[in-house]
């Protein structure tokens, strides 16, 4: 009885019922929707900082925090050998590249233009851009003096796969080194940034070009991007238990963009929920105060029956609890509908910083449906609070005597 | 008085006791007194009406006697235990299990059936679900309700809702039954058989019964007579026993 007296209860409500469930399903839909499409825009981001950084990097802090003062930086052989092995403990480890970035100018014509020359290995199938080129082909392993090249800096230079630009830089001892490559192909990337400004080449021949055996950093990748942070903190205690005065972060540690975006989703949704949390929150306090003052004779006549106040506050609080569940419940529906539909639109648009639009999209799963649930239940369960507590604590004569 | 092989009436008998009841209100700067030194007893199996005009105290002496309102001084005592002093808790489980209420407005629970409404007190002191039925469908039929027991309060007329309404106030087997004005919102002829009924019940259950009314024809069942003026009781006479077997 416990039970089906608040449902019939009600029941007996309907229309105000119905009314508060809106409510409490609006917010959660809501919070929902807004979630699933904050949620699907830091997984785009998270795909790219991935695709853009590898699970993890390990490196001297001194190349991380850019407080080198020379080349004390790179890695030797031995070095990457030693990190390599015990990579191979690591679970979730899938594969390694090394890179060696520098600075460098690239001119073409009368063009010119600060890049940063980034030697990789081609077909290791992590971080190789291979799947990124639009026009040429990706960099080979027998490559010697070819480039993979930005779309947007092709554009600037007016370049195409086939043409010829020059790179100058600095080698480790200082001296400047100056070679033409060959453009095998142009890829392009979500990031205009690394479109404009990374030229990506052959390790062995960036090596030659910067005269050292040396990389800067090994790039690893896992089976699990939810595996980064453990597998970091297991490999990092490797690599200090080897000795080597190196760290391992992660992709989102290595990337601000990615934090500073992921803050700002984290403080929208916050606010927005709370907004909503404290709009349901107020509603319902509202509806609820009104339908129990409304029953004010009926509370009166529990209570001369001998139902304890106790009794009479679960009473009415376990309305608000069905109320809260159906409607929350309801609004994690709907809020599924409102994504659905969201993402069968299909709408562009063009991210600040990109080169080419993204489908805006939602994406909907357990962890979308339980905050905004959790969140709105809270908020009518704590509305209900006061006017459960307040209909428990009458006396029973006054309320016998309301009309 | 015999009834139904039960010694019911035991003239001495302190069941229920107020000892110099009080209840005063503070209506802004003045006090009023609703209710003034009163001492009352009655033996169980009583039936008792009391009349007075409109805001002679009658209601409040039944709250107090109820224990849904607390006196300002004196003390009500149900069998010769003080009441005073007990909790909130306390006095919820002394109404649920000693003391029936019927209302003028029957204030039966709407959202729930005539069997549910006169189950509710069971419920309350958690008697066992086949238990629960059986006393429900017992006590419906000696209402001459059995037929009705799934319709809801509001699908039942005056007559029957108060039917219900003395159904649940005697359910859970109480030593008082408590009414006021019970025939207020009933015809004649309904209330006379609602009177009947709560009568009946007193001879058959033992149970006491005290009724404040304004209806001079309620008094006509009345074991004895109390009448409450300027918060202060009188009982004028002697004692009427009524027997339950004439």
Same mark, same amino acid.
């Given at each position: ?403 | ?80 235990? *003080? /009441?005073?002093? &007990?909790?909130?808790?306390?006095? #919820? ?6 003391? $029936? =209420? ?79 004005? *019970? /025939?207020?919102? &009933?015809?004649?002829?309904?209330? #006379? ?6 009568? $009946? =019940? ?45």
């Amino acid at each position: 009885m416990w039970l089906w007296i608040p449902l019939r209860s009600l029941w007996r409500n309907r229309r105000r019922t119905l009314l508060a469930i809106a409510i409490i399903a609006f917010g959660t839909a809501i919070s929902f929707f807004v979630l699933a499409f904050l949620d699907s825009s830091r997984d785009q981001i998270r795909a790219s900082s991935v695709a853009e950084y590898g699970n993890l990097q390990i490196a001297s802090p001194l190349l991380f925090d850019n407080k080198a003062e020379g080349f004390e930086y790179l890695l030797s052989p031995d070095h990457v050998n030693l990190i390599t092995e015990s990579l191979y403990n690591e679970a979730s480890f899938v594969a390694r590249t090394v890179q060696l970035e520098f600075p460098g100018l690239v001119a073409s014509g009368n063009r010119t233009q600060v890049v940063r020359v980034r030697s990789i290995e081609p077909e290791s199938g992590l971080i190789d851009f291979s799947e990124f080129v639009v026009a040429g082909r990706p960099l080979r392993e027998d490559d010697v003096a070819s480039v993979l090249i930005g779309r947007s800096l092709a554009d600037r230079l007016s370049v195409e796969p086939g043409d010829a630009i020059t790179v100058t830089l600095t080698t480790v001892d200082g001296a400047y080194n100056a070679t033409p490559l060959l453009i095998a192909g142009v890829y392009g990337f979500a990031s205009e940034q690394v479109e404009s400004q990374l030229l990506l080449i052959p390790l062995r021949f960036g090596q030659l070009l910067f005269n050292t055996t040396g990389v800067d950093r090994v790039i690893v990748g896992l089976n699990d991007i939810r595996a980064t942070a453990a597998a970091r903190d297991r490999i990092a205690m490797q690599i200090a238990e080897a000795g080597l005065p190196l760290e391992a972060r992660t992709w989102d540690e290595l990337s601000p963009f990615y934090q500073q975006l992921s803050s700002y989703f984290d403080l929208l949704f916050g606010f927005l929920t709370l907004a909503i949390s404290v709009l349901v929150f107020f509603i319902i306090l509202q509806v609820l105060t009104l339908a129990f003052l409304e029953r004010t004779r009926e509370i009166g006549t529990l209570r001369a029956l001998g139902t304890t106040r106790a009794e009479v506050f679960r009473l009415f609080f376990s309305e608000s609890v069905w109320l809260a569940l159906i409607g929350s419940l309801l609004g994690v529906a709907g809020g599924i509908i409102l994504s659905l539909g969201f993402n069968g639109l299909g709408i562009e648009w063009m991210p600040p910083g990109t080169v080419e639009p993204s489908v805006l999209a939602t994406r909907i799963g357990l962890s979308t449906a339980v905050l905004p649930f959790l969140v709105s239940l809270t908020a009518t369960l704590f509305s209900s609070l006061y006017p459960a507590l307040h209909a428990a604590r009458l006396r029973v004569v006054d309320a016998l005597r309301a009309e | 008085m015999e009834n139904n092989g039960r010694f019911c009436h035991v003239r001495g008998d302190r069941f229920l006791e107020t000892r110099d009841l009080s209840k005063t209100y503070a209506m802004g700067t003045e006090t009023v007194h609703a209710l003034r030194d009163v001492c009352f007893v009655a033996p169980q199996g009583d039936f008792v009406v009391i009349n007075g005009p409109s805001g002679s105290g009658k209601t409040t002496f039944l709250n107090l006697v109820s224990v849904i309102d607390r006196p300002s001084t004196g003390e009500v005592l149900i069998e010769e235990q *003080p /009441t005073s002093s &007990l909790s909130e808790r306390e006095l #919820a489980a002394l109404r649920k299990s000693k003391i $029936g =209420l019927i209302f003028q407005s029957f204030n039966l629970i709407p959202v729930l059936s005539a069997a549910e409404n006169v189950e509710y007190p069971l419920l309350l002191q958690r008697i066992e679900k086949h238990e629960r039925r059986k006393r429900v469908a017992g006590l419906l039929a000696e209402v001459g309700l059995a037929d009705l027991a799934k319709r809801r309060p509001s699908k039942l007329s005056g007559g029957q809702r108060q039917r219900v309404a003395i159904a649940r106030a005697l359910i859970a087997r109480p030593k008082i039954v408590l009414a006021d004005e *019970p /025939t207020a919102n &009933l015809d004649s002829e309904t209330g #006379a058989s609602v009177m009947e009924l709560m009568r $009946g =019940l007193n001879d058959e259950h033992c149970v006491t019964f005290l009724v404040v009314t304004h209806d001079p024809a309620v008094s006509d069942y009345a074991k004895r007579h109390v009448r409450i003026l300027d918060g202060r009781l009188q009982e004028g006479g002697e004692d009427v026993v009524v027997d339950s077997t004439s």
